[in-house]
């Protein structure tokens, strides 16, 4: 069976176009995607499944379960930064290990998003309260590694940045989009919505193959700088997350039977910010090394997670519940 997952996964049109990026930049060629054009797309695939989960839960009751998920979330989000910090400070600087850490506690949209292809693969459909739980574990992962390069090195931090920090964590343009969008999703006419419903389900596989193909080639270029930093960080980036995703999958059935949720309280676990967690570091902890936590995050952990991971934590899932 989880040979079967594997396979489909890699072949999925999607994960190929990532692949056909990292070819491109090995073959030397000029393949690339404009930038203004990565960027818009990178805003749709945000708005689309925001708006989308945000009719999703719509249809949802707000019980105790979705405040126990919820909960769920936020605890993931500072407890993995909180315990791998103490893993990293043991071979790398303070700021380093706190950006590191706060990427690692924080989650990938686009990972989130491939995660979401994978379910409709499976037959499963994304429950709405996943969507807002994955904009709410954004902040707090980036707060938790902001305090602790506070706590343990004082001079590394930006003075007064700490509540700078927390307001940018909060108005972050892709977290803003997403949760504006899960709002309008929630709140807008099921009728109307139909309207667009063309633009947010049926464009959404092939935009998603576009700003793969773009994180490919992206991969690439930062591959051969990432070596110079030795064997810790790529042994981190590899194992942490599998480690994570395969806990959190087991972990996540005293929350929920459901396995759509669990699988994606898996996948948020195991994925790492290449986006939000960077743009703050570099306001906040400008000795922070992206050339560090950027790689490991793009050229390490993403890969991971969209070819071996998704069909691993999706199968821990359904193992766990037998």
């Known amino acids: 069976m989880n040979t079967d997952f594997l396979l489909q996964n890699l072949t999925n049109p999607a994960l190929l176009f990532f692949a056909l990026g990292l070819f491109a930049v090995w073959v030397k060629s000029d393949l690339a995607i404009p930038k203004n054009s990565s960027k818009?797309?990178?805003?749709?695939?945000?708005?689309s499944i925001g708006f989308k989960g945000g009719q999703e839960l719509s249809h949802e009751v707000l019980d105790a379960q979705v405040f126990y998920s919820i909960l769920f979330g936020v605890f993931l989000s500072m407890i993995i930064p909180a315990y791998t910090f103490f893993i990293l400070k043991r071979k790398l600087s303070i700021a380093d290990s706190g950006a590191i850490a706060a990427a690692y506690g924080s989650v990938s949209a686009v990972?989130?998003?491939?995660?979401?292809?994978?379910?409709?693969?499976?037959?499963?459909?994304?429950?709405?309260?996943?969507?807002?739980?994955?904009?709410?574990?954004?902040?707090?992962?980036?707060?938790?590694?902001?305090?602790?390069?506070?706590?343990?090195?004082?001079?590394?931090?930006?003075?007064?940045?700490?509540?700078g920090v927390i307001k940018h964590s909060l108005v972050n343009g892709s977290v803003l989009l997403i949760i504006g969008s899960l709002v309008i999703g929630y709140l807008a006419d099921a009728k109307q919505a139909e309207g667009i419903k063309p633009f947010t389900n049926d464009l959404f596989k092939g935009f998603l193959a576009i700003f793969l193909l773009d994180m490919g080639i992206s991969s690439g270029r930062k591959i051969k700088s990432f070596f110079e930093f030795g064997w810790f960080p790529i042994a981190f980036a590899a194992l942490i997350p599998i480690i994570n995703g395969c806990a959190v999958a087991i972990l996540s059935g005293f929350i929920t039977s459901d396995v759509s949720d669990r699988f994606i309280f898996s996948v948020l676990a195991a994925s790492a910010s290449y986006i939000a967690v960077p743009a703050a570091m570099k306001i906040n902890v400008p000795k922070s090394n992206p050339g560090i936590y950027l790689p490991m995050a793009l050229t390490v952990t993403f890969p991971i997670n969209i070819t071996v991971g998704l069909p691993l934590y999706f199968a821990c899932c359904n193992l766990s519940i037998l």
């Open 111 to 163: 990972t989130f998003v491939t995660a979401v292809a994978f379910l409709e693969t499976q037959q499963l459909e994304l429950n709405g309260r996943m969507v807002a739980i994955m904009a709410l574990m954004e902040s707090p992962a980036i707060m938790v590694g902001i305090i602790l390069i506070s706590i343990y090195d004082q001079k590394e931090l930006e003075t007064g940045s700490k509540w």
């Open 40 to 47: 818009f797309i990178s805003l749709y695939l945000l708005f």
